[in-house]
Structure formats: structure tokens, C-alpha cells
């Protein structure tokens, strides 16, 4: 993968990376690091094109048709107020609209290409007119149909339906890089060819506002269906999710008291109720956050306070610029996508969950049947490490292992 560049938040396939998937998909449990890399917006080293990092935006061609093979990409607000969905292209046919207005409880249905690669986020609080729309979140130059990415900070739904060697990979994830302000999930569509794949290994969420976390379990039946239960992040709750985000970095710092000083804690202020919370990257540009100069190395950066906190909230999305082994999903391609702004439920912990299974189906281990009988199994989930935890997500990006899951994925669903 690239460095994951950002106007919003991924990486995708650059010759090296290509190279590790083919490795990895040999060689199954012996995986390195992944030599990935993301930038927020504002960073000077964002480069818009995922595909090629010496490539520079091009505008996408037009128009779809029948013939060209159209996937479904759907848009639902579930939140509690009128959203304005920004969709940026990197490659490939775009969809119909790049922005819109969405009410509440909407859905929104457009269709990409089968080579598009692309961004979606959701703008919040927007004042419109015509072709205008200026946001107090994830505003795109003033315009209602984005062409480029959000204003920081957004959370972001990622996808690459091209990837890998061959072009027939879907590579897709959640990211935090670019900052947090809404809950976001991610629901695959099967295709006929794809009606196999467990729900709960492919359907991520991400919950980190006050008021859509559903009381703390293992596992649940949100985003799945009753014969796949879905591992969650179990430790959160609506009251304590409301201070995860660093107090520097919040986006709208709450008005200083009566005497205009802020008392220590600055949490005994009470925060905004709407909190949106800058990555700490975005924040600073230091090359400490943004992993840049001599911090460019994977085995020298690490995640700190803002990425610790953003991966107990969200332990399957993208929380620092090396995060691809704990962050990326990769299917066969096939099927459509949904992306659920404000889901209720709980954030899903995929990736650490079923690791090792993945990586033995990579290998050879176990057949189709037997990871789905695995999948199935509450009970083993429920028995695995609980890696939700500040220090445990910490912990975790120094363990290659994970970033085998990711790649296991591919080779396990290409076998069913």
C-alpha cells in the first residue's frame, strides 16, 4: 500500500506493497509490518491519488451504464439531523452525485464503477444555496458536490474496489486520521458470487459519539444477522465515550467559565455535545504525529495519546499514519457497499478477533467450512483476549500477526 494519503485518509497499492500481498498470501503467519502510510489533509505530504503516489488528481470520466458493470454504493442516515454526504474519486467512474442533503432516517442509492476508488464522509451542519453548501464539519471548498476531500476532522469510509495484483481485490476500511465527528459504518452487499462471506467478518462500525452505544457485550447481532455474531469493542459507554477525545484536540473547545480560566481537570467543563475531535497529527503537523522525517519508519513512530484512545473507541478503524495490519480489509471483488452514518450498536473488533484463523486458512489450515463454523461460534469469541483496552490497542500495532488477518482475508474467500 501507499502511504496512506489523505484528503481524507487511505493508502491502496504501490509496487511494494503489491509485493507483500503476494508474500503474504504464500507464506500465511510469517508476515512483516505492513510499509504503509497515511497523511490527514492538511499535511504537505497529502497526495490526493491512492493508486500511484506520484500521480496527480485527474478528473474522473463519466458516465455510467448497465454495460459498464455499475456496483451499488448506498448512503443511510441514521443520525438524529439532516447529514450532506461528501464523496470524493481518486480512479474510476465516480457515482452520480458528489455531495447531497440526507434526512433523517434516508438512504440515498448510486452506483460507482467496478475500478473506482474513493472517500465518503458526512458534513454536518451545512447552510446551502444552489450549488453552495459551507459546513461547520467536513466542508469541501464551499462546494455542495465535492470533487476533493473534507475539512478536517472527519471519519471516513475508504474503498479501493481494484486493488491488488490482478485488479479483482476489494481493499476497504474506517479511518480516524483525518479525526473523528460521526459514527460510520460499513455494510457489504453480496453479489451472487460473494454470498458466502460472513457477515461479521466483513461489516465494520465505528462508534465514538454519546447516545448510539448500546449497552457493552462480546458480541451482538448489529450489522450481521442471528448465525454470525459480531465481535465489539466491550468497555465503552454512552457516558464515558463522551471524554475519550484528547482535550486539545477537540474541535469546538467548550467556553471557558464564568471567570474565563479553566479549572484542572479541564474535563470537569462540561464538553460540547456535538464533539468532533482533531487527529493529533492534523493538529500539530510534528513530525512525531505525522510519522515524517526521522520518525518515517514504522519501527520509530508510534501511536500516541490521540491513536491509543481513538483505537479502544474504534478498534477497527485507522487511528495513526502505520495502521494498516489492524485497519484494512481485503475481499475478492463483487458486491456493493452501504455506508451507515451514525449506526447504533457497538464498534466492531474484527480484525484482532479473528486473526489467527485467518491466518491459518492463508496457510492451508483450515477449509472454507471450518472458518465458518468458527465464525458461527459465540462462544470462541467471546473467548478471545479482550484488546480493547488504551494499552491494549497500543499494544497492538507492534504485533504483526494482525496485518496477517488482513491479507488472510483474500486468499481464505477466494478458496469457498
Known amino acids: 500500500?501507499?502511504?496512506?494519503?489523505?484528503?481524507?485518509?487511505?493508502?491502496?497499492?504501490?509496487?511494494?506493497?503489491?509485493?507483500?500481498?503476494?508474500?503474504?498470501?504464500?507464506?500465511?503467519?510469517?508476515?512483516p509490518l505492513a510499509a504503509a502510510k497515511v497523511y490527514p489533509s492538511n499535511h504537505e505530504s497529502y497526495k490526493f491519488n491512492y493508486l500511484?503516489?506520484?500521480?496527480?488528481?485527474?478528473?474522473?470520466?463519466?458516465?455510467?451504464?448497465?454495460?459498464?458493470?455499475?456496483?451499488?454504493?448506498?448512503?443511510?442516515?441514521?443520525?438524529?439531523?439532516?447529514?450532506?454526504?461528501?464523496?470524493?474519486?481518486?480512479?474510476?467512474?465516480?457515482?452520480?452525485?458528489g455531495g447531497f442533503a440526507l434526512s433523517p432516517g434516508k438512504t440515498r442509492n448510486l452506483t460507482v464503477g467496478p475500478d473506482w476508488q474513493g472517500?465518503?464522509?458526512?458534513?454536518?451542519?451545512?447552510?446551502?444555496?444552489?450549488?453552495?453548501?459551507t459546513c461547520?464539519?467536513?466542508?469541501?471548498?464551499?462546494?455542495?458536490?465535492?470533487?476533493?476531500?473534507?475539512?478536517?476532522p472527519v471519519t471516513l469510509a475508504e474503498f479501493n474496489l481494484a486493488g491488488g495484483e490482478t485488479g479483482k481485490q476489494t481493499f476497504y476500511d474506517?479511518?480516524?486520521?483525518?479525526?473523528?465527528?460521526?459514527?460510520?459504518?460499513?455494510?457489504?452487499?453480496?453479489?451472487?458470487?460473494?454470498?458466502?462471506?460472513?457477515?461479521?467478518?466483513?461489516?465494520?462500525?465505528?462508534?465514538?459519539?454519546p447516545g448510539y452505544l448500546t449497552e457493552p457485550a462480546r458480541t451482538g447481532t448489529f450489522y450481521t444477522n442471528s448465525s454470525f455474531p459480531t465481535p465489539y469493542e466491550d468497555i465503552q459507554t454512552n457516558a464515558g465515550v463522551?471524554?475519550?477525545?484528547?482535550?486539545?484536540?477537540?474541535?469546538?473547545?467548550?467556553?471557558?467559565?464564568?471567570?474565563?480560566?479553566?479549572?484542572?481537570?479541564?474535563?470537569?467543563?462540561?464538553?460540547?455535545?456535538?464533539?468532533?475531535c482533531k487527529s493529533a497529527c492534523a493538529a500539530t503537523n510534528k513530525p512525531s504525529d505525522c510519522c515524517t522525517g526521522k520518525y518515517d519508519d514504522p519501527s520509530v513512530c508510534k501511536p500516541g495519546l490521540y491513536?491509543?484512545?481513538?483505537?479502544?473507541?474504534?478498534?477497527?478503524?485507522?487511528?495513526?499514519?502505520?495502521?494498516?495490519?489492524?485497519?484494512?480489509?481485503?475481499?475478492?471483488?463483487?458486491?456493493?457497499?452501504?455506508?451507515?452514518?451514525?449506526?447504533?450498536?457497538r464498534s466492531t473488533n474484527i480484525l484482532a478477533t479473528f486473526g489467527e484463523q485467518l491466518q491459518k486458512i492463508a496457510s492451508g489450515q483450515l477449509s472454507a467450512e471450518e472458518i465458518?463454523?468458527?465464525?458461527?461460534?459465540?462462544?470462541?469469541?467471546?473467548?478471545?483476549?479482550?484488546?480493547?483496552?488504551?494499552?491494549?490497542?497500543?499494544s497492538a500495532f507492534e504485533n504483526s500477526s494482525i496485518f496477517a488477518c488482513v491479507i488472510a482475508v483474500t486468499a481464505a474467500f477466494l478458496m469457498l
Open 1 to 31: 500500500m501507499e502511504k496512506k494519503s489523505q484528503r481524507g485518509g487511505s493508502r491502496f497499492l504501490t509496487s511494494n506493497y503489491k509485493a507483500l500481498v503476494a508474500t503474504a498470501l504464500l507464506l500465511g503467519s510469517d508476515i
Open 52 to 97: 500511484n503516489n506520484s500521480m496527480r488528481y485527474l478528473k474522473p470520466r463519466r458516465t455510467l451504464s448497465k454495460r459498464d458493470n455499475p456496483i451499488p454504493l448506498i448512503i443511510t442516515n441514521n443520525c438524529r439531523e439532516d447529514l450532506w454526504p461528501g464523496i470524493a474519486t481518486q480512479h474510476g467512474d465516480p457515482p452520480e452525485s
Open 119 to 133: 472517500r465518503i464522509w458526512g458534513r454536518t451542519n451545512c447552510t446551502t444555496s444552489g450549488d453552495t453548501a
Open 136 to 152: 461547520m464539519t467536513g466542508d469541501c471548498f464551499g462546494k455542495l458536490a465535492c470533487e476533493f476531500g473534507g475539512a478536517v
Open 174 to 209: 474506517i479511518s480516524l486520521v483525518d479525526g473523528y465527528n460521526l459514527p460510520l459504518g460499513i455494510v457489504y452487499h453480496p453479489a451472487p458470487n460473494t454470498t458466502k462471506f460472513p457477515p461479521n467478518l466483513l461489516n465494520a462500525a465505528c462508534i465514538a459519539t
Open 242 to 276: 463522551s471524554k475519550w477525545c484528547p482535550w486539545d484536540l477537540q474541535a469546538f473547545l467548550p467556553e471557558k467559565p464564568g471567570d474565563g480560566v479553566y479549572p484542572y481537570p479541564d474535563d470537569n467543563v462540561q464538553r460540547p455535545s456535538f464533539d468532533p
Open 307 to 345: 491513536s491509543g484512545h481513538a483505537k479502544a473507541m474504534c478498534p477497527d478503524a485507522y487511528s495513526f499514519a502505520f495502521d494498516d495490519h489492524t485497519s484494512t480489509f481485503i475481499i475478492p471483488s463483487g458486491g456493493g457497499w452501504e455506508v451507515v452514518f451514525c449506526p447504533e450498536g
Open 372 to 394: 465458518r463454523a468458527t465464525t458461527m461460534n459465540e462462544t470462541f469469541i467471546e473467548s478471545q483476549p479482550d484488546t480493547t483496552t488504551s494499552s491494549a490497542a497500543s
